[in-house]
């Protein structure tokens, strides 16, 4: 397909136009749109190597294989990400994967006891985990997540094109849910993230990670009883700075 890049530079309106543009097409169409046509050498795909990554991993390893896929260490993830993240590097042969962590200045003045995320969540994961993305993705016009609507109320009416200030942000698998998502892993036979067999559903850092219990949506054991959903990422555009 022959398409100009979309520029929405903060257009939420724009966004959605596009996104009813796409909306019937498929996921691993629109993915190949974005990376061939779209944004090409300026994309990348931001990866936590969590519970759903090896669907997105998979289809760009199958597109590209040199695609950026950026993933952001924290310094407080469980080993059994660690692990599961150079599984997928080695089996599908990524050949671009770019580790991003905090940085070691700013970690030295604002969580030196690397305890942060205990007394002020919010901040903890503006230093270990928004602005190490927003330094990774300086150099990109758009990125590429794995956020899907039914997920949580908060992301049920994701569209698969947002405007992410001086970005554009894809959404592959918005419309899918977890019969997809399950489908395709057994379909290509990949492997699931151990933490997923023990209730696991969404994995992020260690301290701010719990269980999931029958009948609680996906993301009900992340930052549990603290009236907190998202890690900030998605919620505003991207600075490299402390003014998040």
Known sequence: MNARPINLFGDQVAASRVSARFATMDAAALLRLALVDLYP?????????????????????????????????????????LAYRDRLVDLLKLENVLTQSPDAAALA???????????????????????????????????????????????????????????VKV??????????????????????????AKGYPSIGCIPC?????????????RWRGRGKTECGIHTQPLHAGQDI
């Open 109 to 167: 003045a604002r969580d030196a006891d690397a305890f942060l995320w205990s007394g002020d969540p919010d901040a903890c994961c503006a230093l270990r985990k928004v602005e190490p993305l927003a330094a990774a993705l300086a150099g990109c016009d758009a990125w590429i997540t794995g956020r899907k609507r039914f997920q949580s109320a908060t992301r049920a009416t994701l569209p698969l094109f947002e405007a992410d200030g001086a970005h």
């Open 209 to 221: 990670t719990s269980p999931v219990k029958p009948g609680e949506d996906p993301r009900a054991g």
């Open 41 to 81: 050498g300026r994309i990348a795909l931001v990866s936590s190597f969590g519970a759903d990554s090896a669907v997105l991993a998979h289809m760009v390893a199958t597109i590209d294989r040199r695609t950026p896929v950026v993933f952001i260490d924290t310094g407080h993830l469980f080993p059994e990400t």
């Open 171 to 196: 959404n592959p698998l918005a419309a899918w849910g977890m019969t997809d998502v399950v489908a395709y892993l057994d379909k290509h036979d990949l492997p699931r993230h151990p933490l997923v």
